[in-house]
């Protein structure tokens, strides 16, 4: 049976589901980030799903990948799984502006997460049901 990773779960906000994936919200403020897990007991790569499924993940991130950069106004969107160290499956999609501390490295060791207060999770999280809605179910 599926279950989200207690680290996702954790480090994370739920927006939603599409058909395939959970969709999260990283709890970190300094970044637009969202992330998306397969529905899917014990698969930690993206070749472990189905052909169908694989189509499926490229489409909900695509969709979640434009609907980031607009709503944005993104400089660059960098969308990854690394699973490093959460080895359930999960795609990373950060929105990058010149402007971010990180700029130009990745998010990822970069300072400490600075978690949203309640009104900002909110209003995120309202931006993006308004902006994901046609894929939510």
Request: charged share 20%; net charge negative.
């Amino acid at each position: 049976m599926y279950e989200l990773h207690s680290q996702l779960a954790k480090d994370t906000i739920q927006i939603g589901q599409f058909e395939l994936c959970d969709v999260l919200l990283m709890n970190d403020d300094r970044y637009p980030w969202v992330i998306l897990v397969p529905r899917r007991v014990n698969v930690r790569e993206i070749h472990q799903l189905s052909e169908a499924e694989q189509q499926q993940l490229l489409q909900e991130s695509s969709f979640v990948s434009q609907a980031m950069t607009q709503l944005f106004s993104a400089h660059k969107m960098n969308v990854a799984a690394l699973g490093n160290i959460v080895e359930q499956l999960h795609l990373h999609h950060v929105a990058r502006f010149t402007s971010d501390i990180a700029w130009p490295k990745p998010v990822w060791g970069i300072g400490d997460a600075m978690p949203y207060s309640d009104v900002a999770a909110n209003a995120m999280l309202s931006q993006l049901k308004r902006v994901l809605g046609d894929y939510l179910i």
